[in-house]
């Protein structure tokens, strides 16, 4: 408590005076933004890391699909002609298997090996007009086209040994 002695005289004063003898409140430190303590930093700099390595593999899976973005442009500038189509399978299966594992394969062998990479459909009527399309003229399909775009999206490595 404060020393009667060292107050101000309030006697006779009204509120207006009252109040303008108060002291304004101090002002808080303002509130720092650094972390308080180490943890904080180093969670801060897992995190951050973790966020860079995502963004890698992101960018790796990104590169390393960029033979698909290819294959699709080229089927879709291809539109149904089944000659084009064969063609843009046989270079993408090229870009995406081993060539040893590719290139020699014709005819239900070519077709086995796109059904096997794929969700089917290719030992059909459609399959066998893809394998005579660059021999001689044969008319497009627009289920042909769209099952090549399904291939290109969709097809996956898997281990035949």
Avoid: C
Wanted: hydrophobic fraction near 50%; avoid cysteine.
């Amino acid at each position: 408590m404060a020393d009667p002695a060292t107050l101000p005289d309030t006697e006779g004063l009204d509120l207006v005076a009252l109040l303008d003898l108060l002291k304004p409140i101090p002002e808080p430190e303002p509130i720092s933004m650094w972390p308080a303590t180490d943890a904080w930093i180093w969670l801060g700099l897992a995190v951050l890391g973790l966020l860079g390595w995502g963004a890698h593999i992101l960018w790796r899976r990104w590169q390393a699909n960029a033979y698909r973005r290819a294959a699709l442009a080229e089927l879709e500038a291809a539109g149904e002609d089944p000659a084009a189509i064969a063609a843009v399978l046989r270079r993408t299966a090229l870009a995406a298997f081993p060539r040893a594992e590719v290139a020699s394969l014709v005819g239900p062998d070519w077709l086995a090996f796109l059904d096997a990479t794929s969700s089917g459909g290719f030992s059909t009527e459609l399959g066998t007009l893809l394998t005579r399309a660059p021999y001689s003229p044969q008319p497009g399909s627009p289920d042909l086209a769209r099952l090549a775009r399904g291939w290109v999206r969709g097809h996956r490595r898997e281990d035949r040994t």
